[in-house]
């Protein structure tokens, strides 16, 4: 049976469903037509799955053992009839089943760590010794090289792998040195564009990249450096990396603190100047890579690419005395400034002080009248917020820290903000604080004038009834996400949040998201969620940080 919808309206349904994988697998049943269109989505990111889906692990792995080539094939086998462990023969596998797909064509993205563990936890069911995993199993050095021998192959045979991920727990001692092998490196890697290594340890990844020449077309970087760890040759490998690339376009940093290097990183960043768009920096020594008291950060205006911008709790952010600032009046004087032209722009401090400006140095070349996004650190003065004003009409995405003590200037900010569709909004050092009725009416008052907000994040603890009046007081006929990080962990207060968004979204008659700090009781609010017709739907909470800070695949 073949579907009779035309190839183009199948190509439209899927790209929609295409990140809903439990649907994916419902479209396997239905005919080929629909199975061929479903099995490249599901085949994109095979080892992400979660990882108490044990039964998916068995096909899985001999799936791909089936796509590889002879010569990988019959070198995995070789390996495992040679440990005496398994039963596993290039016989008994092609009997068990037949590809009807070359699987490993599809793949585009891999993380390094669940391919471990679903090779790991595959070898356990297979094995003569024992069936059952326990997370030692992973450490034995058969497995390992079992996982080595076929991650190898695995990604030497992966023509459309864009993304490479990196990845393991920082508790754990296991080599995944299947990426710094001599047939690895011979291969030709034009398709990946991403790196993205969580847990960088010297001669892992950067070897990888120098001695393969074909791997200079990254598009992105996203490089964690472990602590307690000497990196005085590897760095070398790491300003190589990033000098080699032709098109780089997303460079991430995170847990930086190497002072004497700071010269070379910065004459690194600058070979990518004119295709750089996207730095972050997570939880960096600022020190470490521009001068502070030369004010050396007025360097990125060299990068006329650049459109965003993210410093994510540093230390040693250079910074200048508050004091007023000669500010344009209006968003035409604004947008004549000369400097860099930021649409997005990200500040967080890892520490606060009332008598320091972080955002000055910034905004001394920063051009802001043309940023769309901002996030603001905590501690911003009267003066500060005064900067912003010219460009609030202009904002869409804005998160901000409000001190209960003086609220009146952010307040005035997001009052401005006529064309904002992404709200976040936290106050300064009191995340446990409850919020008051007269905060909450000049709150309402001020959102009177966004009428266009699509996604709000109240960053604070909320009572039920007054969650309740500001919903039912909102004018918001665009809402359709709500986000309570700092939402109670009471059973009970959960629940009764749960009954008020979906008492709301039945009278305005649309599905919202929610998204709570806390992923306990699931039945129970899957059960209230269907009591109250399904207006409801649970997300991961939607809050700056997820959005701005540690998510890579979001958009900024």
């Not at 919808?5 to 049943?29: A, G, Q, V």
């Not at 108490?52 to 019959?74: A, C, G, P, W, Y």
């Not at 009997?95 to 563990?117: C, G």
Request: with cysteine; net charge positive; hydrophobic share 40%.
């Amino acid at each position: 049976m073949n579907s009779l919808l035309p190839p183009e309206t199948l190509y439209e349904i899927f790209k929609h469903i295409s990140h809903d994988t439990s649907t994916l697998f419902k479209c396997l049943l239905i005919d080929r037509t629909f199975c061929r269109f479903a099995i490249p989505y599901l085949w994109r990111q095979p080892f992400k799955r979660p990882l108490k889906e044990q039964k998916f692990d068995h096909s899985l792995v001999e799936t791909i053992i089936l796509s590889l080539n002879d010569n990988h094939r019959e070198s995995v086998l070789n390996l495992l009839s040679s440990s005496k462990t398994t039963n596993l023969t290039a016989t008994t596998l092609s009997h068990s089943r037949e590809v009807l797909f070359k699987y490993n064509t599809f793949i585009t993205e891999l993380d390094t760590w669940y391919l471990a563990l679903t090779i790991a936890r595959w070898h356990s069911q297979i094995s003569t010794r024992s069936g059952r995993f326990i997370s030692s199993h992973i450490k034995d050095p058969h497995v390992m090289a079992i996982i080595n021998k076929l991650g190898r192959a695995l990604i030497s045979s992966s023509p459309n792998l864009v993304s490479l991920l990196m990845n393991s727990p920082k508790n754990t001692q296991i080599s995944l040195n299947f990426l710094r092998k001599n047939d690895l490196l011979s291969n030709n890697f034009d398709s990946i564009k991403k790196i993205k290594d969580y847990d960088y340890r010297p001669s892992k990844v950067f070897p990888f990249g120098i001695q393969n020449s074909s791997l200079k077309n990254l598009s992105s970087i996203d490089l964690e450096f472990r602590r307690k760890v000497n990196y005085t040759v590897s760095i070398n490998h790491f300003l190589q990396l990033i000098q080699q690339q032709t098109q780089l376009q997303t460079l991430i940093i995170r847990n930086y603190s190497m002072v004497y290097a700071k010269q070379p990183l910065y004459d690194a960043f600058f070979t990518q100047r004119e295709t750089l768009t996207r730095l972050e920096f997570h939880r960096c020594d600022f020190n470490a890579i521009f001068d502070i008291e030369k004010l050396e950060i007025e360097k990125l205006q060299n990068f006329k690419q650049l459109n965003a911008l993210v410093v994510y709790n540093c230390r040693h952010l250079p910074h200048l005395p508050n004091y007023q600032y000669d500010r344009p009046q209006n968003y035409d004087d604004a947008s004549s400034y000369s400097g860099l032209k930021l649409e997005k722009f990200f500040l967080s401090s890892s520490k606060t002080n009332s008598t320091r400006s972080y955002l000055l140095p910034f905004f001394e070349f920063i051009s802001i009248g043309h940023l769309r996004e901002i996030v603001l650190p905590k501690s911003c003065s009267i003066g500060e917020y005064e900067i912003i004003l010219p460009c609030a009409s202009n904002l869409v995405k804005l998160s901000i820290h409000i001190d209960l003590i003086r609220e009146d200037p952010a307040f005035q900010l997001i009052s401005l903000c006529t064309f904002l569709k992404d709200l976040s909004l936290y106050h300064s050092s009191y995340s446990d604080k409850k919020i008051n009725d007269e905060f909450l009416l000049k709150f309402k008052r001020t959102l009177s004038s966004t009428s266009l907000l699509m996604s709000i994040n109240l960053g604070f603890k909320l009572l039920g009834s007054q969650l309740e009046a500001l919903l039912f007081d909102f004018q918001l006929p665009y809402l359709y996400k709500i986000g309570l990080p700092n939402a109670p962990v009471a059973r009970e207060k959960i629940l009764e949040l749960i009954t008020i968004v979906a008492t709301y979204a039945r009278a305005k008659n649309r599905c919202l998201q929610l998204g709570i700090g806390t992923d306990r009781f699931k039945n129970e609010i899957k059960d209230r969620i269907k009591k109250t017709g399904n207006f409801v739907e649970i997300v991961d909470s939607l809050s700056w940080f997820d959005n701005y800070g540690e998510n890579n695949d979001a958009e900024f």
